[in-house]
């Protein structure tokens, strides 16, 4: 199921959305839906990220211990 959005464009932002759907031969909702997915993957981390910085009882982790952990 998917749900409209309506969104207002500066006209340089529109005209290169509209070139690279041009270029990909990909409708602007694709390209738009999969940037949105990928800002919002992105955001997510960050807060994340941002939460354990600032949790004074999370425990930092050193790169050697990283590195054992990975093996």
Known sequence: MSE???VRLPEDVAKRLEELAKSLDRPKTYIVTKALREYLEEYEDYL????RLN???D???SEKELV???R
Do not use: E, G
């Open 4 to 6: 409209a959005v309506s």
């Open 48 to 51: 994340i990220a941002l939460h």
């Open 55 to 57: 949790d004074k009882d």
């Open 59 to 61: 425990r930092l982790v």
């Open 68 to 70: 054992k952990l990975d």
